[in-house]
């Protein structure tokens, strides 16, 4: 693998990783978002007699993703940096026929695959050439067939500090000595993203903000409490303008345009 020593692996914390995200209501709804959207934008049921879709979970980690993909019947690869990420990820998938995992970094993936659906989650903020990992995806999706990019906001990251007084902070840039271990190491500008998706041999068919109030409620009690009733609202106004910019991670659905 030749992936950059600023890229993050978590292999470090590869144990707790499941539980730290996806055992909180911000890692269920950034994936229940993430999972509609996709939904509303490619047809993602099983339906006898078509063909499974071919789908390239890039930097998947532990395979929440890939798992839901699984279930409705489609052909997953599973990659990512973290081999320990991986090891989770395999024992949580065991009995899948139509999974395979490839311990590799995004930039180092084989281009004579490709795929009908690319999905990257999370995944840009944590490297260091993002721009260099998109064309990359980009060139891994078949024409006509669909990529999906989500990211850690920027824009939200600020807006979110400022609500929550963080004032030193963001007059630091929002950088700190001991950061973190699951602060993103570079958060990411909506607006650069999507031009760099004008670079790409792609259209863009939707943008969503994930997570847009969830993070803002005053009274926390009710992420949980009323979790469906914010879920869908926040499924309802996280691809209207102007909340998609608040959203904690951005979303990008494009779709691969004939080679000519």
Not at 142 to 152: A, I, N, R, T
Not at 174 to 187: A, C
Request: with cysteine; proline share 3%.
């Amino acid at each position: 693998m030749k992936n950059s020593k600023l890229d993050r692996s978590f292999n470090d914390i590869a144990g707790k990783f499941q539980t730290n995200i996806y055992g909180s209501t911000k890692g269920r709804l950034r994936h229940d978002m993430l999972m509609a959207y996709l939904q509303q934008n490619i047809d993602l049921s099983k339906v006898e007699n078509i063909k499974s879709l071919k789908v390239l979970d890039a930097g998947g980690g532990t395979g929440m993703m890939t798992e839901t993909l699984l279930k409705l019947g489609h052909k997953v690869t599973l990659t990512d940096i973290s081999d320990q990420a991986l090891e989770v990820a395999s024992n949580n998938l065991k009995g899948y026929d139509d999974l395979s995992i490839l311990h590799t970094d995004i930039l180092s993936l084989d281009e004579s695959e490709q795929y009908d659906l690319v999905i990257c989650h999370a995944v840009l903020e944590w490297v260091e050439k993002p721009k260099e990992v998109l064309r990359k995806l980009a060139n891994l999706v078949k024409p006509e067939g669909v990529m999906s990019v989500s990211f850690f906001n920027q824009d939200a990251q600020l807006f979110g500090n400022m609500c929550y007084g963080n004032f030193d902070y963001v007059e630091q840039g929002m950088q700190v000595k001991n950061r973190v271990r699951l602060t993103p190491n570079n958060p990411l500008k909506p607006k650069e993203v999507l031009a760099y998706f004008t670079e790409l041999p792609v259209t863009i068919v939707h943008k969503a903000g994930i997570r847009c109030f969830h993070d803002y409620l005053r009274d926390l009690d009710k992420q949980q409490t009323l979790y469906e009733e914010l879920k869908s609202l926040e499924i309802k106004y996280g691809a209207q303008e102007p909340y998609l910019w608040l959203g904690k991670y951005f979303q990008v659905i494009a779709k691969k345009k004939l080679q000519s």
